[in-house]
Nanobody
Framework: QVQLVQSGGGLVQAGSSLRLDCAAS????????LSWFRQGPGRAREFVAG????????HYADSVKDRFTISRDNAKNMASLQMNSLKPEDTALYYC??????????????????WGQGTQVTVSS
């Protein structure tokens, strides 16, 4: 059983940067793929970025590629999402999520059994 606790986020202007952190406890974090999802106002929850258990494989949604970077430190049971060049359309509630797999992270949120509490990111124009 993995518990995920998020930190970071907030209100920033367009073009700014933010970092979201996700701290894991209670399980073997290094056996789990970790992804970030987001849900904007009136929209479905969508995949943002994912990283394999080892950190050797990362995947990004086209909308954030070259702006966002996902990383993890298994020794510290932590994962992060560095968000640069933020746009108003990045405004959403962001969630980290994990599931146990040796494969690359899935973009299907239904595969994820462990979720963080969510953190709000608001980007003003």
């Amino acid at each position: 059983q993995v518990q995920l606790v998020q930190s970071g986020g907030g209100l920033v202007q367009a073009g700014s940067s933010l970092r979201l952190d996700c701290a894991a406890s209670g399980g073997t974090f290094s056996s789990h793929a970790l992804s970030w999802f987001r849900q904007g106002p009136g929209r479905a929850r969508e995949f943002v970025a994912g990283i394999s258990w080892s950190g050797g494989s990362t995947h990004y949604a086209d909308s954030v590629k070259d702006r966002f970077t996902i990383s993890r430190d298994n020794a510290k049971n932590m994962a992060s999402l560095q968000m640069n060049s933020l746009k108003p359309e990045d405004t959403a509630l962001y969630y980290c999520a994990a599931y146990r797999t040796s494969l690359s992270p899935s973009r299907d949120l239904g595969r994820y059994g462990y979720w963080g509490q969510g953190t709000q990111v608001t980007v003003s124009s």
